[in-house]
């Protein structure tokens, strides 16, 4: 079995992937130094994969007169093949791919060229296509590269799709996984049902991003009788912006919850954590303003912790909302548990040897 296919296996086994922010300086350049260092964080950290050009690493990298698209795309697979190298693991590397066909089919193109294992396809952005023509978009995409399927919420501009597209969808050769994240238990249920009831059920793998339900995601079992028949189908792993802070706690707790699976009661505990998680994320990706702060809150818990030297983003209207940093102090004094500057604190300097 070579790296890719061993990475693949992992995807399917369930693995902790966050997406990686952008590193930029106070003149909103390109910070390739600290971006370096937050790769390492999160190898050290333990994640299974990490998700790169996605929404958290900024869409503008891909405007010609910002350039980074290719450029952080590559220093990510440098940090990965480092990594893999001294360690033996095979880390799941995925790519974002965003836009209509021609533009899809050209990022996929450039991120197998550079040894991605996956593309994260975004289907937002596509209110012109009829949902037959995003079927069609996402099977050209498979032809090149397997597909993570990505269910966007509506408010940060994904669309909502029918059952029948869900239906079709999972049929597409080369789909290997799905991320839900509508925000929405019925759209989620879709999906799953569609996945498991699917005659590809036990080819794609369900990654939680709802970010207001990421624990129970984790921990719950489908279930779906149809004619007499049951189908069975539980998540895998998780790919949140949410795990690119805090990233050494999140990957215990998701190796937790996998040993929860396995019993046959939930403990009160695991309520008690969904909850504090959920409340974490609320605070992190700004819900109160409708996620307008949700990028630079990642980006102040990294800068608290020194891997990042502030919270700018490409777009200069994109900042912390009033109260977020306050906020942040409350998750520090209700949760310490889930954070894990101690972890940083030991390793940071040779994350930027």
Request: one cysteine or more; charged letters at 30%; aromatic letters at 10%.
């Amino acid at each position: 079995m070579n790296r890719h296919e061993k990475a693949l296996e992992n995807l399917a086994k369930g693995v902790a992937i966050p997406a990686l922010p952008l590193a930029l300086n106070s003149k909103r350049e390109f910070n390739e130094k600290r971006q370096r260092a937050l790769m390492r964080y999160y190898l050290d950290a333990g994640v299974g994969g990490v998700a790169v050009a996605v929404h958290a690493t900024q869409f503008e990298i891909r405007d010609k007169e910002i350039g980074l698209f290719e450029p952080v795309l590559r220093i990510a697979i440098e940090e990965i093949e480092k990594y893999e190298k001294a360690t033996s693991k095979a880390i799941v590397r995925i790519g974002g791919v965003i836009g209509k066909t021609d533009q899809a089919i050209e990022e996929a193109k450039l991120e197998k060229s550079l040894g991605y294992d996956a593309v994260l396809l975004a289907m937002s952005g596509l209110e012109d296509y009829t949902e037959d023509e995003v079927i069609e978009r996402t099977k050209k995409v498979a032809e090149i590269i397997p597909v993570v399927g990505f269910y966007l919420q509506k408010r940060a501009g994904g669309r909502m799709f029918s059952y029948s597209f869900w239906e079709k969808f999972v049929e597409i050769e080369g789909v290997i996984a799905i991320k839900t994240a509508p925000f929405n238990r019925y759209r989620t249920l879709d999906v799953v049902r569609a996945v498991a009831t699917s005659s590809r059920a036990d080819k794609i793998a369900l990654y939680s991003g709802n970010d207001d339900n990421i624990v129970m995601d984790l921990v719950s079992e489908y279930e779906f009788t149809v004619d007499g028949k049951t189908y069975k189908k539980s998540y895998a792993g998780g790919l949140l912006g949410h795990w690119a802070v805090w990233t050494h706690s999140a990957v215990k707790m998701f190796e937790k919850l996998k040993e929860v699976k396995k019993l046959d009661y939930l403990p009160k505990e695991i309520l008690v954590l969904a909850n504090e998680v959920t409340d974490m994320n609320a605070v992190i990706f700004d819900t109160a303003n409708d996620f307008s702060g949700s990028t630079p809150g990642v980006h102040e818990v990294l800068r608290r912790q020194g891997i990042l030297e502030g919270t700018w983003c490409l777009n200069e209207k994109r900042a912390l909302s009033p109260g977020q940093s306050e906020e942040i102090d409350r998750m520090y004094r209700m949760y310490p548990h889930l954070t894990d500057d101690e972890f940083v604190k030991e390793n940071i300097d040779k994350w930027f040897e």
